[in-house]
């Protein structure tokens, strides 16, 4: 098959995911030694991580005006910079308040790439669930990488080096999506931004019963993977006692069948609908959760993990649910403020995950990640059953 320009986008698309999914995910792995070296918590280092969240969530509305105003190349951009900028804060942090400072700004830099770049997509694909979930994939190949070469030099050189591994990625990948990406036009280069801000349009979009419903899906997706993604390596250190690099190899394992599967997600969702894809992704994270927590031995563990990978590959079925509810004129802005709402909310998912590990333990804490996937399935059979069609 010929490679076409639009191959390039989706390509160079997916390594920006890549690079700012490292920046996020470096620091998951090395949360023993921040608490060991900054003297905190758990707790104090999940509130770090939602503050992350919180911002990148917060970026994604304002990223998708940007992209209306300037186009889509120079926010994707912005995003690669900032995201190898602020990890060199963050490794370069003397103390626990400009660590924080580091993560939350972080955050705001890598949350300027997902709604634009989804939005990118879809003006260039038909199969957006395809297309939707080849970019997701991103992320789990920052999975794959990322746990396993920060452990392997936080082990030997400390963890600020091992952080420092976002600098060396962002940097090529910067220049690479500067040469490949044509310009984008603007949708709305000449619209005034306060008029884009006005309360009514934003309040009509959010108050959508269809809307409303899907958000409540993708926040409670989200926050179970918040809390996976912040904590899943300690909790194999602490609760299941495996050694570091061990952990970070599991980490790295879920994050590549979460990459692998979400293509075949997005394919079942663009063929059988967005709801059987979701309600598939729901009934496995489930298993995998309960063999995380109560499996006997490392096999059980290594199912659990599948499992897990698989039903955190709901993104590309819950997002294309969105663009399929959103005109083609609201899905730079209106896409970026929905995402901003629900994650804004889910973002909470990590400083709960940690703060319940410290409180009741573990298990209780993973276990609260299955039963909210466990909501999810109670609300899609009950739009299913009513026929609300939501």
Known sequence: MRWRYRDTVLALCTLAFFVTMVGRLAISPVVPDLTAEFGVSNGLI????????????????????????YGERIVVLASIAGTGATSLLIVSAPQFAVFVLGTVLLGAAAGLHYSVATTLLTRTYDDIGTAVGLHNAGAPAAGLLTPIVVSWIAVRHGWRPAVGITVVVAIPALALFA???????????????????????????????????????????????????????????????????????????????????????????????????????????????????????IAAVSAGIVLLGLGMGWGAAVIPRFMDQLSDEERGAGFGLVRTVYMMIAATGSVATGTVADQFGWAASFTMLAVLMAVVLVLLGANWLLGSEY
Do not use: H, K
């Open 179 to 297: 040469r490949g990406v044509r310009p984008t036009e603007p949708r709305r280069p000449d619209q005034p931004m306060r008029e884009r801000l006005e309360l009514a349009p934003i309040l009509d979009l959010l108050s959508r019963p269809s809307i409303v419903f899907t958000g409540a899906v993708a926040i409670i997706c989200d926050f179970t993977w918040q809390g996976v993604a912040s904590f899943l390596p300690t909790f194999l250190e602490n609760f299941r006692g495996y050694s570091g690099t061990l952990s970070g190899t599991l980490f790295a394992v879920y994050f590549v069948i979460q990459g692998v599967l979400q293509v075949a997600v997005g394919s079942v969702a663009d063929r059988f609908g967005r709801d059987v894809a979701t309600a598939l992704c729901m009934g496995a994270g489930i298993a995998g959760f309960g063999l995380l927590v109560a499996g006997p031995g």
């Open 46 to 69: 999940g509130l770090a991580l939602t503050g992350m969240w919180m911002t990148y969530a917060l970026a994604q509305f304002p990223s998708g005006l940007l992209a209306d105003r």
